[in-house]
């Protein structure tokens, strides 16, 4: 199982603080450090301030050495496909190969409000999440020497040349994820590298990694050349004052993040880990939102891969 460290800067971090985390993460030997992308906090007062993903993670290409990055998930409202493309590959550069990119529609309609990014309707939203996997992943394929064209009603590219070019063969893997019953699961079977499920039970999990398995084989793919991943709030403690110590600091109760994270003592996390597994989870997100109690990622990972 690849356990991956998952942080939400918004509700207030600044680099340094992601910096310890990702560095944290690394020496414990965590398979990937990856960031929400949002600029408004959901909670509290954001702290210090919203951090930009793109450009904390590229800095943390430079500043780390071996842990993979990405975002889970950028929103497909806040950049234009062909620019993101080029900063995407531009990371994946930066850090010799070691970046992924995760890509939703943008739910967060306050957010946008906040910082004067347009909020289309649902629909038009996943209209422009389709064609920039279109387009972000055309650019990265396009052979040497040839232009990319796409003919789109919301980002047409007409002469571009083939010069975006991620260091990793293929491009970078595309993360695509959600609970949608129809678009989500075809977007992911035609585009991405990983289906990830966040913040669902086990039972869930399954049937949602069930509906994505069924539309790769319409679309004539390898179910199991998709990665099936899963997202789940963390809250591990070596005993119950541990585990309501860490949840109040998170402004959690403790029988809540039982019931819908991976939360308790190590014998109770490792067993969820199992159901998840059990539904088809082979890497698992860990949402840390304690970005100060490093001694948190030492204890789950400890709990976790015992």
Known sequence: MDLRIFTEPQQGATYDDLLAVARAAEDLGYDAFFRSDHYLHMSGDG?????????????????????????????????????LAVTVAGVDQMSGG?????????????????????????????????????????????????TYEHDGSHYPVHGSPALVRPVQEGGVPVIVGGAGKRRTPSLAARYAAEFNVPFSSAEET?????????VCEE??????????????????????????????????EPDELRANGLAGAPEE?????????????????????????????????AALTA
Do not use: K, N
């Not at 399954?206 to 069924?214: P, Q, S, T």
């Open 269 to 301: 996390v490792r067993d969820r880990l199992g159901r998840l597994a059990e539904a088809g989870a082979s890497r698992v997100y860990l949402q840390v939102l304690d970005l100060a109690d490093l001694d948190h990622l030492a204890d789950a990972h």
């Open 47 to 83: 702290g210090a301030g919203p951090t930009d993903a793109w450009t904390t993670l590229a800095g943390l290409a430079r500043d780390t050495r071996r842990i993979r990055l990405g975002t889970l998930v950028t929103s497909a409202t806040f950049r234009l496909p062909g620019p």
């Open 98 to 146: 070691r970046v992924e990119l995760g890509l939703g529609a943008g739910w967060f309609e306050a957010e946008h409000r906040a910082f004067g990014i347009p909020f289309p309707p649902l629909g038009e939203r996943f209209d422009r999440l389709e064609e920039q996997l279109a387009v972000i992943t055309g650019m990265w394929s396009a052979p040497p020497g040839s």
């Open 219 to 252: 679309h004539g793919r390898d179910p199991l050349s998709l990665v099936h991943s899963a997202a789940q709030v963390l809250c591990v403690g070596r005993d119950d004052a541990a585990v309501r110590r860490r949840a109040e600091a998170i402004g959690r």
């Open 206 to 214: 399954g049937e949602l990694f069930a509906r994505v398995d069924a």
